[in-house]
């Protein structure tokens, strides 16, 4: 009885180890997926910073030179609507600046005209 018993611990023994190799390669398997996928992100993500990155150097060049041709063509209505944005739908703030806005425009168009 003792002799069955030691059997049956060693048959268990070896259906653990091999149970537990199973689950070692399996772990290996889904590490490597993981790696593989997250490196796999990780290039996206820097193509699309560095795409960014490229898009914003362009526009603040375009943005510069646009503000050196309004400091010396513009009149300085033009400088100050420049820093502002006229859209009402774009304004998240809580002061109704309705007014301001409808002024500046108004002062915009003067100096339009008289050019």
Do not use: C, F, H
């Amino acid at each position: 009885m003792d002799q069955e018993r030691e059997e049956e611990e060693k048959k268990l023994k070896i259906r653990l180890q091999e149970k537990g190799a199973k689950e070692e390669e399996e772990k290996g398997k889904r590490q490597a997926k993981g790696k593989a996928t997250l490196q796999g992100w990780l290039n996206e993500r820097a193509d699309i910073i560095k795409a960014m990155n490229g898009k914003n150097i362009e526009e603040e060049a375009k943005m510069k030179q646009n503000q050196r041709t309004l400091e010396m063509n513009g009149t300085p209505w033009d400088r100050v609507s420049m820093y502002i944005d006229l859209k009402p739908a774009n304004y998240k703030g809580s002061k109704d600046v309705t007014r301001m806005r409808q002024v500046i425009v108004a002062k915009l168009e003067g100096a339009k005209a008289k050019k």
